[in-house]
């Protein structure tokens, strides 16, 4: 039995628990006897988030980068524990929606500035990516009540659509650089067409943008996503387009508050992958960007909160296959949808307290979902699995139950938060009945409207 197997009640890991800040925490970090008493108490499918492990990865992230303000995407995830953690370390939020800037002010309201002073948005940005007009009403109207939000337009179009509804506060520019990089091509992004104007216009759109009366601040690009070390030329690269742009700016337009470099860190999903070298990013960033006159901002999101989150599954299904052992799960690509979208190779450990002495044989455990693309591996070497052990698979704090879904009529799961030795409820496992709430609402309202006589909206031609 493993060191970690013998403390019932103890932190969920022991790592954290000794106070050191380690560049990783790997999945055999965790203490298996504190998630299974999670599951057991919680149920299964669960994910399990260490706060204390979010912390220590925006220390680890400050330190890197002590003159950078750190922006968390609040993408990677978007719990308020997450959020209001981070502002109080002294982070700020990075928007995509409507609904994540509703959740970063309402963080930001709850955990006021270190100065005293009432929350104005400052700490908030939004990225606005072909924004629905609602999102960007909400947007306008929260500027109004929050006048620091930074609202980023990827396209010309949207600086219109933002003057047209009276906007001209805090504008940056989020540009195309033309240099991609991440760890799959659908999560590149630096050089899509689908995100920010092409460099090469940004001078021209900013000094119109400043002409019409918005307050340029800042120069935006996000490279892409799970950014490894063999990538740093890439970066380098990226960077140091985004440092002779920031210039241009500055000398053709005026004076900029920041340049942001977006986030992609990556975190090494592999157990034998070694973890980035941050000191080394970010000597490579202040490097390439040179001098620029305006603040480095990063937007990292899966660095600070990936290791620290496990997703527990029940095996319901031991079969010999022809090749292989499969194995099944309660969890499925509707819980953690990462293997099934990107290849994505989650590191996965049998909690059963026997695994160690359990032979190794080639496994391909997979979900309950009816489709062939719901498997977290293939014949990957794992101790023995057996019918009721609890399986934990690693770095799944990051786009996990972010991107949870509804296929095949699957309530989404449970979700704990653990700090130091407490852990509590942060999410309620979904019902049948919250996954059929919109259309049953939908026949309510139908039948309400047919009552009253009301036509039909849509007429079948
Ligand atoms: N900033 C912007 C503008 C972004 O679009 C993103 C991620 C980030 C920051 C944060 O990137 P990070 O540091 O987390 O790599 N679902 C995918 C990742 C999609 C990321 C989209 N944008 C996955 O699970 O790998």
Redesign the pocket.
């Known amino acids: 039995m493993s060191e970690s197997d013998e403390s019932e009640d103890a932190a969920v890991s022991t790592a954290s628990a000794s106070g050191e800040n380690p560049p990783v925490r790997r999945l055999a970090d965790w203490n298996a006897a504190a998630l299974r008493d999670l599951e057991a108490g919680y149920g299964s499918p669960l994910y399990v988030l260490d706060l204390d492990r979010v912390r220590e990865n925006h220390a680890r992230l400050e330190a890197a980068f002590p003159d950078a303000e750190v922006m968390y995407?609040v993408?990677?995830n978007a719990l308020a524990d997450v959020l209001e953690a981070l502002l109080a370390a002294g982070a700020g939020l990075?928007c995509?929606s409507a609904g994540e800037l509703e959740r970063a002010l309402a963080a930001a309201e709850s955990v006021p500035p270190a100065d005293g002073l009432d929350p104005d948005g400052s700490r908030v940005h939004y990225?606005a990516v072909n924004p629905p007009s609602a999102d960007l009403e909400y947007a306008v109207e929260t500027a109004a009540e929050y006048p620091g939000l930074t609202i980023t337009a990827g396209a010309e179009d949207t600086i219109d659509r933002l003057a047209e509804r009276g906007y001209d506060g805090r504008l940056c520019l989020r540009v195309n650089p033309g240099v991609g990089a991440g760890?799959h091509e659908k999560?590149e992004?630096g050089a899509t067409a689908k995100f920010g104007v092409p460099a090469e216009r940004a001078v021209s759109v900013l000094a119109d943008a400043a002409e019409r009366g918005f307050d340029v601040v800042g120069v935006h690009a996000?490279v892409g996503?799970?950014v490894s070390a063999d990538q740093l030329e890439a970066h380098r690269e990226f960077v140091s387009r985004m440092g002779d742009l920031a210039r241009d700016v500055v000398h053709e337009v005026g004076d900029l508050e920041f340049v942001d470099v977006?986030?992609?860190?990556g975190v090494p999903y592999d157990a034998d992958e070694e973890p980035l070298d941050l000191e080394a990013v970010a000597d490579a960033t202040r490097t390439a960007l040179g001098e620029v006159g305006a603040r480095l901002t990063i937007?990292?999101?899966?660095?600070l909160v990936a290791d620290a989150g496990v997703l527990l599954t029940r095996v319901n299904t031991v079969k010999a296959a022809r090749d292989t052992l499969a194995v099944g799960t309660d969890a499925g690509m509707t819980t953690l949808l990462?293997p099934a979208m990107?290849d994505?190779a989650h590191p996965i450990r049998n909690l059963a307290t026997d695994a160690d002495d359990r032979e190794t044989v080639p496994q391909t455990v997979a979900g309950p979902i009816c489709e062939s693309s719901d498997v977290f591996c293939e014949n990957r070497p794992l101790p023995h699995s057996e019918r009721g052990d609890v399986l934990a698979i690693g770095n799944a704090g990051?786009?996990g139950y972010e991107?949870a879904n509804h296929y095949n009529s699957r309530p989404r799961p449970a979700s704990v938060v653990a700090e130091g030795d407490e852990v509590r409820l942060s999410r309620v496992r979904e019902t049948v009945a919250d996954v059929t709430r919109p259309e049953r609402t939908a026949r309510e309202q139908n039948e309400r409207e047919a009552g009253g006589n009301a036509q039909p909206r849509i007429e079948r031609s």
């Not at 937007?299 to 660095?303: A, L, Q």
């Open positions: 995407a993408k990677a990075e995509a990225t760890h999560v992004t996000h996503s799970g977006g986030g992609g860190f937007e990292p999101g899966r660095y990462r990107y994505a990051a786009y991107m």
